[in-house]
């Protein structure tokens, strides 16, 4: 919802229109209820699911493994919130075959290997191609560590037409050092909100940005390794 912008539309309104809009439901429950509807009682994430239920979209359903998953006691829900969780989760099983997760990183090739299966089923090779290219890459992003990814959104976020946000930025650096820049690109495209085209035009000037930072950097190295030598001599 931080991604919506000024809409007309009330967020309940504008979260149902997304679902109607949608070819695939993909449900996450961790351990808040989440966002209340003052009509109808129920979360945005509860109303949004029953939205997909009743259009008859293929639903994958994740629950957050609470025993692996590690979690602050400030982000766990109690009371009424905690009851109409439990009673939310115990209805997504009864519905449909739930899968866990125990970190970010689980979810997320979770959720990849199973649209693959799910769009392949559909008969849509070139997603179904995509979808398995990034499953198969997922393991060997290039993590960055937090003055890393500064140093580098410094250097490189004035590449796209419209900055990602820096979840997405972070992830796109990660899969261009890896090597994928496909993989980049898909999800600059679908996390940033972009047209494919301007993303792939960003990833040129940004890997252009990450040659020239290593470039310097080696000169750099160079420069202080002959320093050292001509002072050993």
């Given at each position: 919802?931080?991604?919506f912008?000024a ?7 504008e ?14 429950v ?21 939205e ?9 359903i ?103 946000p ?8 990660e ?59």
């Open positions: 919802m931080e991604f912008g809409l007309p539309e009330s967020p309940k309104e979260c149902l229109r997304l679902v109607r809009a949608s070819e695939v439901f993909v449900g996450v961790g351990v808040r209820y989440g966002s209340i509807d003052p009509e109808s009682g129920k979360s945005m994430s509860q109303l949004e699911y029953e997909a239920a009743a259009l008859r979209l293929p639903c994958l994740y629950l957050m493994d609470e025993d692996r998953h590690p979690v602050l006691p400030k982000h766990v829900e109690l009371g009424e919130g905690a009851a109409k969780l439990a009673a939310f989760k115990d209805s997504l099983r009864k519905a449909h075959v739930v899968s866990t997760f125990s970190s970010p990183l689980d979810l997320a090739a979770k959720v990849t290997q199973d649209l693959v299966r799910l769009v392949g089923a559909r008969d849509n090779l070139p997603t179904a191609e995509v979808l398995a290219h990034i499953a198969k890459n997922a393991t060997i992003r290039h993590p960055l560590t937090e003055p890393r990814f500064q140093y580098l959104r410094e250097k490189v976020v004035g590449a796209f037409k419209k900055a990602p820096d979840p997405i930025l972070r992830e796109a650096l899969l261009i050092l890896a090597g994928d820049n496909m993989a980049a690109s898909f999800v600059l495209s679908r996390g940033g909100a972009m047209p494919l085209d301007d993303a792939v035009d960003g990833l040129m000037e940004v890997e252009k940005i990450i040659a020239e930072v290593i470039r310097v950097g080696r000169a750099r190295i160079e420069a202080e390794k002959a320093k050292s030598s001509k002072e050993g001599g």
